[in-house]
Every structure is written in structure tokens, then in C-alpha cells.
């Protein structure tokens, strides 16, 4: 295979049409999780969870979504490296934010207490944990969509 040469593998299955009780539970878990924080930071977490994870149809599905929402282009290019990105291109808030989807990402070491604390500042106790629960489920959704192939560009 040559470096221009794309492949595409067909999904598995159909995961919504599988198990119909199982997806609208996940979707409703989404819906519950976002719930009072702001949109755009709830993209961005959820782009970056799905960057880390390897989930091409989330990041493909979120960065459309940022975008319809307002998002520019230059935070949705810079959200790999956010680390990185010049002051101002991402609230502390949001910093603080990505710090913790990260950990929660890599969570084999455990969230550590200094990322916990950072979000706490920003965060007020039912955000935080708002905030937790759109981690858990884009995770999910992650394995969800990698493990049955869903396809970039579908919904």
C-alpha cells in the first residue's frame, strides 16, 4: 500500500439498530452529562478525548459540530498541541479542563491531584463532576465506534 492509498474498513455492525436499548441509554447518559456546561467546551473535550483515543468518526463527528457551533478553526487545528498554543487561544478554564479529559484518557496512573485541584478551581463541585461524566461517556463512545469501525462522515 502506498502512502496516498486510503483503505476503508466496513463497520462491524450497526450498533444503534443492534442493541436499540443500549444506544438510547448512551444517548441519553450524553445528553445528562452535558447538561449546564458550556457547548464549546464540552466539544473541545470531547474532540480531544477522541484525538487521544484514536476515534476518527468522533473527532471527525465533534470538530463538525464545534464548528456549526461557532468554534474557529485556528482552536480546532491547535487542540492537538494545546499545551503549546499562545496565550489566550484557550481559556484557563479550558486548559484546566483538557488537563483532566487527558488524565481521565491515560487513566492507568489515576488522575493525579494537582489536575484534579486545577479543575476544581475552575469548576464549581456540579460542573466538575458534569464535567467528569462527558469524560466517561465520550470515552465510551470512543470504544463504542472504533470497536464496530463507524465510519467518519456518517451519523
Known sequence: MTTNEITTTPARLDYARTVPKVFR???ALDAAAREGLDPALVELVQMRTSQLNNCAYCLDMHAK???KAGETDERIYLLPVWHEAP???YSER???ALA?????????GGVSDAVYARAAEHFAEAE?????SV???IN????????????????
Open 140 to 155: 465510551t463512545w470512543n470504544r463504542i465506534n472504533i470497536t464496530t469501525r463507524k465510519t467518519p462522515g456518517t451519523r
Open 100 to 108: 483532566l479529559a487527558e488524565e481521565i484518557v491515560r487513566i492507568g
Open 128 to 132: 466538575l463532576a458534569q464535567l467528569v
Open 25 to 27: 441509554a448512551m444517548i
Open 94 to 96: 479550558e486548559r484546566a
Open 135 to 137: 469524560c466517561f461517556t
Open 87 to 89: 496565550a489566550g487561544v
Open 65 to 67: 459540530d464545534a464548528r
